[in-house]
């Protein structure tokens, strides 16, 4: 039996805050043998990594299996014909935002994500922004109208977390889901305890 091809994956970071959430997806795709990965960084989002985290910004680019300068606009996935799986961008900035919204690609990390929605493939956007203005709003309704998820980074309480480390994985677990990647970070919800719903047979 033909091994089978691994996923292909497009991961973008840039300038906005929460580049924790960008590292923690890098690190549970490179722990997968089924996946491949293609990092873009932008300018703001290295000077982010150095300013939040403990993370050198050469660890974080060693995560994936390919990594390309933000002004190589000639690079393989400026391309259709380039094939991937999918594209995330983690955290996503709202001039990013804007900037595929309006199909303005002015970089690499712009130029993949209008490829990506030009070539009918997933595109989340992991937006960081608070509070938001009309213009952020309808950025965001154009970019779901072109057919992008937009996924506001947006801890979640429900699971009752204990560390910031849970936050983030719950986090980056549903981005897994809207990837369709198993994983472990998240379990299914399955109602509060004592108020499922009951069995009929």
């Not at 497009?10 to 089924?34: K, N, T, W, Y």
């Not at 939040?52 to 910004?57: D, G, I, M, R, Y």
């Not at 979640?156 to 936050?167: G, M």
């Amino acid at each position: 039996m033909a091994k089978k091809s691994p996923r292909v994956l497009i991961v973008g970071m840039s300038g906005a805050s929460g580049a924790i959430h960008g590292i923690r997806l890098l690190e549970m795709l490179a722990a997968r043998q089924d996946v491949e990965t293609h990092l873009v960084i932008s300018k703001a989002a290295e000077i982010n990594i150095k300013h939040e985290t403990s993370w050198k910004v050469s660890q974080v680019k060693a995560l994936a299996n390919f990594c390309y300068d933000i002004d190589d606009i000639g690079a393989s996935l400026a391309s259709g014909s380039f094939k991937s799986d999918g594209m995330v961008i983690i955290p996503c900035s709202i001039k990013t935002l804007s900037a595929v919204a309006n199909s303005y690609s002015d970089n690499l990390l712009s130029r993949a994500a209008d490829v990506t929605l030009k070539e009918r493939r997933r595109l989340v956007l992991a937006v960081r922004e608070t509070p938001l203005h009309l213009g952020h709003l309808r950025n965001m309704t154009r970019v779901t109208e072109t057919g992008a998820i937009v996924f506001p980074l947006v801890t979640a309480f429900y699971n009752r977390p204990q560390t910031i480390q849970e936050l983030i994985d719950h986090t980056v677990g549903r981005i897994l889901d809207l990837l369709g990647l198993e994983h472990s970070l998240v379990s299914q919800w399955s109602g509060i305890p004592g108020k499922e719903a009951p069995r009929i047979k």
